[in-house]
């Protein structure tokens, strides 16, 4: 996650590794292999088969197929804040969608780096969410066990928020 600025632009990147972009297509390629391989086992013993033994295969199917909707899904993510026309720019690429989404300073609710889940890693998660209810997640930095101190997105959004006066999110109430 970089931080770059030009006249009148900040841009927010979240890129993945070489090593973690190949390592995906490696993922996909194993829960495809895995899939193919309980199916056929289905398939080729259907009769002989018991029935805990199927919903036991089953399932495997299901996780693998999730496993590889979420690597498919995961992607690079480009945003850039133009303070001049005071638009927000977000593109997001992967492997099998493209989108961009253009928004106004004055549609956003909050601008916050936040602990959460990004698939099944914990991350600190940059997050702009806008008046209208909808989430854009900009950024995310894999914590694991070091918690959110060790990352780089607090300081990044702070920076953000006093180039653009972007609003930091409402504290919550305990209990």
């Known amino acids: 996650m970089q931080l770059v600025r030009t006249a009148g632009t900040l841009t927010l990147m979240h890129r993945r590794s070489d090593l973690q972009r190949r390592m995906g297509y490696v993922y ?8 193919l391989g309980v ?4 398939v080729t013993s ?26 498919l899904h995961d992607g690079d993510v ?7 026309t005071r638009t927000i720019t977000r593109r997001h690429t992967s492997l099998v969608k493209s989108s ?23 991350c600190l998660v940059v997050w702009l969410r806008l ?11 894999h914590i694991w ?15 953000i928020r006093v180039a653009t006066g972007l609003p930091a999110p409402a504290p919550r109430l305990a209990g």
């Not at 480009?78 to 001049?84: A, G, I, P």
């Not at 066990?145 to 920076?159: D, I, R, T």
């Open 28 to 35: 996909i390629a194993a829960m495809a292999a895995l899939s």
């Open 39 to 42: 199916a056929v086992v289905v």
């Open 46 to 71: 259907a009769g002989s088969v018991s029935l805990p033994t199927a919903l036991v295969l089953g399932a495997g199917l299901v996780i693998a197929g999730m496993n590889v909707q979420e690597a």
């Open 78 to 84: 480009e945003t850039s804040l133009d303070t001049e």
């Open 100 to 122: 961009i989404e253009t928004v106004r300073f004055e549609d956003v609710a909050s601008l916050a780096a936040e602990e959460g889940y990004v698939g099944r890693s914990r």
């Open 131 to 141: 008046r209208d209810g909808r989430e854009l997640r900009l950024a995310h930095d």
């Open 145 to 159: 066990a070091s918690g959110a101190a060790a990352s780089e997105a607090p300081a990044l959004v702070a920076e």
